[in-house]
């Protein structure tokens, strides 16, 4: 494989990947011009365009013995009209001057085009891509080589295995977190200031975040002193006393809800202590000492002695609590903990109809091989359906 | 010359498969058999879907009436060929295998009597 | 020669900065990281408008929108999003009337119960939720790549509805059946038990789960009797005979069907008919009945579905059954009968038994395919 620039700017190639770069070079994506421009030239354009998103990774040779010009279409049919129609009615009365009387309506396109690269998503890697557990193609088939793929239970190790219908593949979970999650070292940057942009515009903007992270800082700080405060007084507490602590948690429980990137990392160990906390406020609870260790019932116990404690305050706090039990903050982890997920991914997050996946388990099936159907391409590429043709003519070998 | 039934290497580094062959004792490993009589692949398999155990299992195919022939000739196993055809029922058992499954069988009854013990006393 | 010096005046204007404008790199923001450099990377007139565009436009993509999509079609140049112009105006109105009351109301507040006031919060974040709320998604709003009008990100299947086709499939025991009342494709109901199954005894990337989720467009759960179809079940594959234009002169009095035309492509092994190829044969059969009737016929269907199982499962039981099992201590030996026969005449027939002799191994050759075409199950 030869090393391409991966994100230029002067002469940009939209690659598959979530890359900011790549973001802004499609947002700025035109057609090229065709009117100073031999056939050839065109062809030759769109050729280079297309090929650097669909399967850059794949030589040139390989591409092109994979190249089909037949593309797979259907035609989504509807029983009840085949059940009234045997067909006949489509030439019924056609001398007499019907079909000059439905001419108007005319069904959607079948977009052939656009599915000239429909056998590069055939490939593992790309599938993996797909089916968003890595953030660029180029990833998924560093995960494939370096043995973190299964096809079926088995591990595939070569990123050009062709899936059949129906095979199943899998990635490592903790593969996937890291791909997919933000940087661990985000808030160094978040934090640093001027961030992507001149100082002049910035300014304004941090200093109020600055003061929102104090703001929340304080809270949090106050919030934690009550219970610990409580934690050397006596055993025996009343009512009001466990609805105090039960406020200040929730003023943690709240910060906590919020998006894991929006926090410092002083917040994050606070909040690592959150869980702690309402534990051991739950424990100091003489009648909630059950033998129950799962935290659903204990707080639901908890709750029940506090009558002032309202549904959604309830569920506010086992919320968090949840959240906190199933996405901890965990340092031993390669990725942003919290979890979340990486800049820019929303606007690249699409599953095409020919995979099923399971997130939850990080695996996914492939159904089919990707069609055409009216109106819609199910192979998803960025380019103008007229790029796609010209570059489909290339292939053809007629030049 | 001895005539010898025994197993034939084939396969990759690191997958073995062999061929259950019967050969003249001095030819070489892989060269053209009398007869194959069947494969052997020592590579336990993952459980098969309907197995109620879950257990692994290795794959032998052999055809028994030619073995049974081989064997009344005078062919003489080698030692893992004894060892299957010994598994497959054609041969007097010499190795582990087969010594556990006589233990079981030896078990089995006694365990089965204790059952019906039990069920009669209750 | 001294080196010759070059006029001020030719230096290209933009690559003179003042201090005061220059643009900062994101990736060496701080001084310590770089302690024996002063100077800043060098920032091109491309990359200041790429900076521009992520702080401006493109400021939306950077976390997903709570509770939608978020692709590139639905906004427009400025970075605004379409369909909920009208909604900013409206809440830009509230906020500032929200700001009044909320003043007001931190002065009635003081030394009142703080759950209370957590409960006033909670009822006015909600009702803030309902009325700022934004639109359904267009079709428009669903392209994440602007020039391409033909692909569209399509909706998967929520979590609700995985559960209940794992469960009506389970109950039910025909897959066919569950696709065609819940309208989902069978293969894709088929996929969803299998990874029902699986998801079963593994641990869950939740955290990871939910946030995909989110982003995606979701179908979610119709427990109507006619629930609005995920995808189009009966989709006819178009085939390669068709492709290609096909005169074929018919008089106007004759009775031409389906069945005629799929003739006319090749009289001896013609064509069959749609309602022959499409994935649910049995829905064009039953679109004349009443409704017991189509009970009946999906009742039927799903036994002759479940017998057709069952025969297959005794099939391989019986298969199997001929096979002599020894349990080691760690696997079983399975011993398959064969036939030394099957090797042919010569020796060299391809349905013998064993590695055959004489048949070159080409695995190490060059130009030889060594990626496996398809992996067992």
């Known amino acids: 494989m030869r090393r391409k620039v991966p994100h230029g700017l002067k002469r940009p190639k939209v690659r598959q990947t979530w890359n900011k770069y790549n973001l802004y070079n499609i947002s700025r994506m035109q057609t090229p011009t065709a009117y100073d421009k031999t056939f050839f030239q065109q062809k030759w354009k769109a050729k280079a365009l297309t090929r650097a998103y669909h399967g850059e990774q794949i030589k040139e040779k390989h591409w092109e013995r994979m190249f089909r010009r037949s593309i797979p279409a259907v035609v989504p049919m509807d029983h009840e ?61 560093q995960f494939v080589t370096h043995g973190f793929v299964k096809v079926n239970g088995k591990k595939m190790r070569y990123p050009g295995y062709m899936l059949n219908p129906g095979d199943m593949f899998q990635v490592d979970p903790e593969r996937v977190m890291w791909a997919t999650g933000a940087r661990k070292d985000q808030d160094k940057y978040e934090t640093s200031g001027e961030y992507m942009t001149t100082p002049e515009e910035n300014e304004p903007v941090d200093e109020v975040a600055e003061e929102d992270e104090d703001a929340d800082t304080a809270a949090t700080a106050d919030a ?94 086992k919320e968090a609590l949840q959240r906190a039990h199933e996405n901890p903050y965990d340092p031993s982890k390669p990725y942003l903990t919290p979890w979340a997920p990486r800049p820019y991914m929303s606007a690249f997050a699409f599953i095409p109809r020919y995979l099923e996946v399971s997130h939850n388990i990080c695996s996914a099936v492939y159904l089919r091989h990707p069609v055409a159907r009216p109106g819609l391409a199910e192979v998803p590429t960025p380019f103008h359906k007229e790029t796609n043709q010209l570059a489909h003519a290339w292939y053809l070998r007629r030049r | 010359m001895v005539v010898r039934i025994r197993l034939a290497r084939f396969g990759k580094r690191n997958a073995p498969f062999y061929n259950i062959v019967v050969a003249h004792a001095r030819t070489a490993r892989n060269s053209k058999p009398l007869e194959v009589l069947g494969t052997y692949d020592p590579i336990p398999k993952p459980p098969r879907p309907g197995d109620e155990g879950g ?68 | 020669m001294p080196p010759r010096i070059r006029a001020p005046a030719l230096q290209p204007p933009n690559t003179t900065y003042t201090p005061s404008t220059r643009f900062q790199c994101p990736y060496h923001p701080s001084s310590q990281a770089r302690p024996f450099s002063n100077s800043t990377p060098h920032a091109s007139r491309l990359r200041r408008r790429m900076f521009a565009w992520l702080q401006g436009p493109g400021r939306a993509f950077k976390e997903p929108l709570p509770g939608s999509t978020n692709y590139l079609g639905a906004y427009d140049r400025s970075g605004a999003l379409i369909r909920g112009r009208g909604l900013e105006r409206r809440a830009q109105g509230q ?161 031409f069907t389906r069945v005629d035309a799929g003739l006319v492509f090749d009289s001896r092994l013609p064509l069959l008919p749609a ?95 060594k990626i496996p075409r398809r992996v067992e199950a």
């Open chain 1, 81 to 141: 009209y085949l059940a009234k129609h045997d067909g006949s009615e489509l030439a019924a009365g056609r001398g007499s001057g019907l079909d000059e009387a439905e001419k108007g309506r005319s069904p959607a396109k079948t977009p052939y085009m656009q599915m000239t690269f429909h056998p590069t998503e055939r490939r593992l890697d790309t599938a993996i891509f797909r089916a968003l557990f890595a953030s660029s193609a180029r990833q998924a088939r």
């Open chain 1, 224 to 317: 934690e002193s009550t219970p610990t405060a409580d934690a050397t007084e006596a055993t025996e507490r009343t009512p009001e006393e466990l609805r105090k602590n039960l406020t200040a948690l929730m003023e943690q429980a709240k910060t906590y809800l919020k998006d894991p990137k929006d926090l410092s990392p002083k917040q994050k160990i606070e909040l690592r202590s959150f869980r702690t906390n309402l534990k051991r406020a739950i424990s100091r609870n003489k009648a909630t000492e059950s033998e129950a260790d799962d935290y659903e019932s204990q707080l639901a116990a908890l709750t029940a002695q506090v009558e002032e404690l309202t549904k959604e305050q309830a569920k506010l706090l």
């Open chain 2, 55 to 122: 257990r692994p299992w290795k794959d032998i195919k052999l055809d028994t009436s030619r073995a049974k022939y081989w064997l009344g000739v005078g062919a003489q196993p080698s030692d893992p060929a004894w060892r299957l055809l010994s598994m497959a029922g054609l041969l007097e058992p010499r190795y582990r295998v087969a010594q556990i499954q006589e233990e079981k069988a030896k078990l089995e009854p006694s365990a089965a009597a204790e059952t019906s013990a039990a069920a009669a006393k209750a």
């Open chain 3, 95 to 255: 906020r500032e009337e929200g700001k009044h009351a909320s003043d007001g109301a931190e002065d009635e507040a003081v030394g009142v119960d703080a759950l209370t006031e957590e409960k006033e919060r909670l009822e006015r974040e909600a009702k803030e939720k309902r009325e700022g709320e934004l639109p359904p998604e267009t079709l428009e709003d669903l392209r994440p790549f602007p020039l391409n009008r033909e692909f569209r990100s399509q909706a998967v299947l929520s979590e609700e509805l995985r559960e209940a086709i794992w469960e009506r499939v389970v109950k039910r025991g025909s897959v066919r059946g569950v696709s065609a009342a819940l309208g989902v494709a069978m293969e894709r109901v088929a996929a969803v038990v299998r990874l029902k199954e699986v998801e079963r005894n593994k641990p869950l990337a939740l955290p990871y789960a939910r946030a995909v989720l989110a982003m995606l467009p979701q179908t979610p759960l119709d427990t109507r009797i006619k629930p609005r179809p995920h995808e189009s079940i009966n989709d006819l594959p178009v085939h390669q005979a068709t492709t290609t234009q096909l005169f074929h002169p018919v008089s106007e009095s004759r009775h």
């Open chain 3, 275 to 369: 309602d022959a190829r499409i994935p649910h044969p049995e829905l064009v059969a039953q679109a004349g009945m009443t409704r017991t009737e189509v009970l009946e016929a999906q009742k039927a269907l799903d036994e002759k579905e479940k017998e057709e199982r069952r025969l297959r499962e005794e099939k391989r039981k019986k298969r199997e059954a001929k096979n002599k099992v020894v349990q080691g201590r760690r696997w079983d030996f399975v011993f398959q009968e064969v036939s030394v026969e099957s090797v042919g005449e010569d020796g060299r027939s391809a349905k013998g038994v064993g590695w055959r002799y004489g048949f070159p191994h080409e695995d190490r050759k060059r130009g030889q395919v």
